[in-house]
T-cell receptor, first 115, second 112 residues
Framework: GAGVSQSPSNKVTEKGKDVELRCDPI?????LYWYRQRLGQGLEFLIY????????KSGLPSDRFSAERTGESVSTLTIQRTQQEDSAVYLC?????????????FGDGTRLSIL | SQKIEQNSEALNIQEGKTATLTCNYT??????LQWYRQDPGRGPVFLLL?????KEKRKERLKVTFDTTLKQSLFHITASQPADSATYLC???????????FGAGTRLFVKA
C-alpha cells in the first residue's frame, strides 16, 4: 500500500508481558516517528529516526521502552514488562525530511490494552 | 515549558455554518504551524501548513490564520458539512528541528 502501515491494529496482553509493535513507513521517507496517544489526549512524542543517524530517544517514558529501525525501512517499538499505564494507542508517522514543515503521514495505530 | 492549548470542549455547529477552532501556544516561537484531522480509530491526516511569516492560508473550504503576536492560530471550515465532523489537531514546529508538538485537539460535530 501507499500509506504507513502498522501492526497489529489491536493488542491485548497481560501485565508483565513484553509486546512488539511494527511500523512500515512510506517508501522513501527518511524520517520516522513514534507517538503515544492516551484516550482524549494529544500525541506524546516517543522517539524519532532520521536515516542512519542516531535516533532521538528523549521522549521514551522509561527504560522498558525501546525502538529499532533498520536503515529507512521497518521500525519496531518494544515495551517490556508492560504496565496498565502503557495502555494507549501507539501511532507511527513518516515524512520525507525533517523540519521545515514537512507533513507527517500517520498509520492508524496499534491500540494496546494491558489487563 | 512549551504548551499548546485547544478547546477541550466539543464544538457543535449546524450544517452550512462556519466552524472556527482555536489553537493557542505559550513559551514557544514556532517557525510553522500545521493542522491535522483525526477520525475515530484512525491516525491524523495533514490538512494545512502555515509559516510564521504568513498571516493566512486557504485550501478549498479551509482557512488558517497565524498571529505570532497573539501566539494563536484560528482554523476555519466554511459551509460546514456533517462529513467535517472529526477531531482537529494543531501542531507546532521549528526550522531545522524534527519535533512537532501536538495539541490535544478539538472535537467538531456538524449537525445536519
Amino acid at each position: 500500500g501507499a500509506g504507513v502501515s502498522q501492526s497489529p491494529s489491536n493488542k491485548v496482553t497481560e501485565k508483565g508481558k513484553d509486546v512488539e509493535l511494527r511500523c512500515d513507513p512510506i517508501s522513501g521517507h527518511t524520517a520516522l516517528y513514534w507517538y503515544r496517544q492516551r484516550l482524549g489526549q494529544g500525541l506524546e512524542f516517543l522517539i524519532y529516526f532520521q536515516g542512519n543517524s542516531a535516533p532521538d530517544k528523549s521522549g521514551l517514558p522509561s527504560d522498558r521502552f525501546s525502538a529499532e529501525r533498520t536503515g529507512e525501512s521497518v521500525s519496531t517499538l518494544t515495551i517490556q514488562r508492560t504496565q496498565q499505564e502503557d495502555s494507549a494507542v501507539y501511532l507511527c508517522a513518516s515524512s520525507l525530511v525533517t523540519g521545515d514543515g514537512q507533513p507527517q503521514h500517520f498509520g492508524d495505530g496499534t491500540r494496546l490494552s494491558i489487563l | 515549558s512549551q504548551k499548546i492549548e485547544q478547546n477541550s470542549e466539543a464544538l457543535n455547529i449546524q450544517e452550512g455554518k462556519t466552524a472556527t477552532l482555536t489553537c493557542n501556544y505559550t513559551n514557544y516561537s514556532p517557525a510553522y504551524l500545521q493542522w491535522y484531522r483525526q477520525d475515530p480509530g484512525r491516525g491524523p491526516v495533514f490538512l494545512l501548513l502555515i509559516r510564521e511569516n504568513e498571516k493566512e492560508k486557504r485550501k478549498e473550504r479551509l482557512k488558517v490564520t497565524f498571529d505570532t503576536t497573539l501566539k494563536q492560530s484560528l482554523f476555519h471550515i466554511t459551509a460546514s458539512q456533517p462529513a467535517d465532523s472529526a477531531t482537529y489537531l494543531c501542531a507546532l514546529g521549528s526550522t531545522g528541528g524534527f519535533k512537532t508538538i501536538f495539541g490535544a485537539g478539538t472535537r467538531l460535530f456538524v449537525k445536519a
